[in-house]
């Protein structure tokens, strides 16, 4: 069964503290790793795909990568407008499927 | 350009009762389908559909129906309404495969009582 279990459940950050969010999966084998921002009464936002280990990508404050076992999503300089609930999700090969994990909530204060 | 469009953002139902909550995208997506969150438990798959007339069962599809006439609209409806079915519903589409991500609609927040 595919699983995806994130960490920490919730993070506080002072403005331009920098840290890392991390999911890690189990998948029978992975077609993409998808990165998700959801603001409170809102849906989720696409950010990123993933699709090998080894591969980066990035948007503004926020670098994502990709290992067999585990993602990290980096917030270098975060901002208080970078408080969200980050949600990751796997996708298995033949599958049009997402799971998700439960989120990390982050509040960045000023 | 709407994107993924919810009906209603709000709906309070009594125990037994039987509604459809819609969803409509116009991005011309193959794919699209339900997800219910709860506290807790994060997103959860009800339903989903690979294209016009195809459907199939996702995590959690107790209680719900679904069906997709057309590409555009993938309405979810509740048979009989039970107080465990109180939630956050959202929709989501994607072309196939989900390269460019796949798009959620802003909820529909249903409480039964």
């Known amino acids: 069964e595919d699983q995806v279990t994130q960490s920490p459940e919730a993070l506080r950050l002072q403005e331009g503290e920098s840290s890392s969010l991390n999911c890690s999966y189990t998948?029978?084998?992975?077609?993409?790793l998808f990165w998700y921002r959801q603001d409170p009464g809102k849906g989720p936002e696409f950010l990123f795909t993933?699709?090998?280990a080894g591969e980066e990508k990035e948007k503004e404050r926020l670098k994502a990568t990709l290992t067999k076992k585990e993602s990290f999503l980096h917030i270098t300089a975060p901002k208080p407008e970078d408080s969200a609930t980050y949600l990751c999700a796997v996708q298995a090969l033949g599958s049009e499927k997402l799971v998700f994990g439960k989120g990390t909530k982050l509040t960045v204060n000023p | 350009n709407a994107g993924v469009t919810q009906t209603p953002k709000f709906q309070v139902l009594k125990t037994g009762q039987s509604m459809t909550l819609q969803c409509a995208q116009d991005?011309?997506?193959?794919?699209m389908s339900w997800y219910r969150q709860d506290p807790g438990m994060g997103l959860r798959l009800i339903h989903y559909?690979?294209?016009?007339?195809?459907?199939d069962q996702g995590e959690v599809p107790n209680g719900y129906n679904v069906s997709r006439s057309t590409t555009e609209d993938f309405p979810l409806r509740l048979l009989s309404a039970a107080p465990s079915q109180t939630s956050v519903y959202f929709c989501?589409?994607?072309?196939?495969?989900?390269?460019?991500?796949?798009?959620f609609g802003s909820g529909t927040r249903l409480t039964v009582v």
């Open positions: 998948v029978s084998g992975l077609r993409g």
């Open positions: 559909s690979v294209g016009a007339g195809i459907t």
């Open positions: 993933l699709y090998s």
């Open positions: 991005m011309n997506h193959e794919y």
């Open positions: 989501a589409s994607s072309f196939r495969g989900g390269t460019y991500g796949y798009t």
